[in-house]
């Protein structure tokens, strides 16, 4: 767990909670909301390595993120030429990014290249679920504060008993102008975990800023000044 702020936190026990929630295999839906910078996207990249490639837990890893556009659904991708993953490549740059981290490849790209050719690694468009198979998978699921609710009771509804699904969101970035902090998939999902709690559902906010200190020079002090 990291700790940016020393003075304030000696530990993260959020980040603690929240990694242990994403390697437990009993747990099937996992919520975790935070703002940007406190290893939302980090920590769900991470065990889902773990789970597909050391563990053999499951055959693939899904990377889903709703595509903000103009569109009243808000779910196409445009009709240019070109294949959905490379339609789907820029939307997904902190998977990526990710992906670059965690196989070392900083400098190239064919780490991850690799792992997204092989098809182990898939990134799936919100529209394209209906027809999605994600049996045996590790679904990823990332600014759900961007999606609606009838978005998430589709993805839910696709999921086996041999899958995992993990919601990421900060419902203070909402960049739908037909959704607003009540309205969202991630907070809906949250409150319909609460009051329809289960064995196999787990939640969890993550407070700490830990991208660094610049990051958090920013959060604290352009805030700030906005009140």
Known sequence: PKVLDGTKYTHNFEQSVCIQQAL???????????????????????????????????????????????????????????????????????????????TNDSDTDEGYKKLLDSGVIEMLNLADIRGADLANSFVIFDEAQNANPFQMLTLGTRLGEDAKLIVLGDPTQIDSIYLDKYSNALINLYENALQNSAPFIAQICLVQMVRSHTSKWFEDSIQMARK
């Open 24 to 102: 437990d295999d009993d747990i099937k839906i996992q919520i975790i909301i935070g703002k940007a910078g406190t290893g939302k996207t980090h920590i769900a990249m991470a065990a889902a390595l773990e789970k597909v490639f050391k563990d053999r837990k499951y055959d693939s890893i899904k990377l889903i993120k709703p595509v903000i556009t103009k569109s009243r659904l808000g779910e196409d991708i445009g009709f240019l030429p070109g294949s959905v993953k490379r339609k789907l490549l820029p939307k997904m740059r902190p998977f990526v990014e990710k992906l670059r981290q965690f």
